[in-house]
């Protein structure tokens, strides 16, 4: 039997995708040995304020701009599923892809937080998580309760990658060089940014559908 597919997933709202998103991506690809990182760009984010959210189509078409030539792939699957909570999107993207292994993806500043994701236990006894570690949050992260309950379940980052089957919980941390840019920089700097990304509906890269911004509701 071939391995099964070892995939990182990585969500947010990609208001827009920036070369952030994408190096941190690549990062993770190679660290811990994926096959290909899919982008769950979210219809909305509870966390986040609504104002100043470009449609979901136009995240979609930067997300695709900047994922070009690189082992990542663009997917609007919330919408399709209508999933509102990370825990169901997850436990639908492992019940829908049972051949695929998943890794959820996320910065330390969203461990910091994690505590206030609906059940982020069953998130994180869905597929291993994988942290990148972020200047300036780690104090934050350290004292969190997430973490004081994920401490346990610590995995050195080569036993992650040599292993067999990922089990979770399981927790590795990530370090690499820190990355200044950011999606709230570069909406303050170029609030016109959405016009650049204006055409017609792109195409959903994982289910093929096209991606619309219709009936967009916020996705916890």
């Not at 189509?57 to 399709?80: F, G, K, L, N």
């Amino acid at each position: 039997m071939s391995r099964a597919r070892r995939i990182g997933l990585l969500g947010g709202s990609f208001n827009p995708a920036h070369g952030g998103h994408r190096r941190v991506s690549i990062f993770a690809h190679k660290a811990l040995g994926l096959d290909e990182v899919w982008w769950l760009v979210s219809p909305g984010n509870p966390l986040k304020p609504r104002d100043g959210m470009a449609p979901l189509a136009t995240r979609m078409r930067s997300a695709i701009a900047q994922s070009r030539r690189a082992p990542i792939r663009v997917t609007a699957i919330e919408q399709r599923l209508g999933t509102r909570y990370t825990v169901d999107t997850l436990s639908s993207l492992a019940r829908r892809y049972p051949r695929n292994r998943f890794a959820w993806l996320m910065g330390s500043d969203n461990l910091a937080q994690f505590h206030l994701w609906r059940d982020w236990r069953r998130i994180a006894r869905t597929m291993p998580i994988a942290v990148i570690a972020r200047p300036g949050y780690m104090d934050a992260v350290v004292a969190s309760p997430a973490m004081a309950w994920l401490r346990r379940f610590r995995v050195p980052l080569s036993s992650f990658v040599n292993g067999g089957d990922w089990s979770a919980p399981a927790l590795v941390t990530l370090r690499f060089d820190p990355d200044p840019r950011s999606a709230t920089a570069i909406r303050r700097g170029d609030p016109d940014w959405p016009k650049r990304f204006a055409g017609p509906p792109p195409r959903d890269q994982l289910t093929h559908r096209l991606v619309t911004s219709q009936g967009e509701t916020p996705a916890p």
